[in-house]
């Protein structure tokens, strides 16, 4: 499987001594512009990204949903900056607006 990480360097060398093809971007902008990059590639069945950028990707994770792709997969995964909990608000929302009432966890 292809799998490649973006993100700042010291969570992208984490993945890199595993395997993976990285990618390095500090901002939420670098990180979206690479995605964008790697979408349009198809090289990667998987991209591991930080948690802290679910907000910069959403756009492109959302389009590759709307045209029913399977691949590739975003792994979003905290990393040192100590946020979390950020994928499963978005999950939240998504399921709320799916069944027309607000979820509570």
């Not at 790697?38 to 045209?67: A, G």
């Amino acid at each position: 499987m292809s799998v490649a990480v973006v993100g700042p360097s010291s969570f992208v060398s984490c993945f890199e001594l595993a395997g993976a093809v990285g990618f390095e971007a500090e901002s939420g902008e670098a990180v979206a512009g690479i995605l964008n990059n790697l979408v349009e590639e198809s090289n990667f069945k998987l991209i591991i990204v930080p948690e802290r950028f679910v907000d910069d990707t959403f756009e492109i994770r959302s389009l590759i949903m709307l045209r029913g792709a399977v691949t590739p997969v975003f792994a979003l995964i905290p990393d040192l900056t100590g946020m979390s909990g950020m994928r499963l608000e978005e999950l939240k929302r998504i399921i709320s607006l799916a069944i027309g009432a607000e979820l509570e966890l």
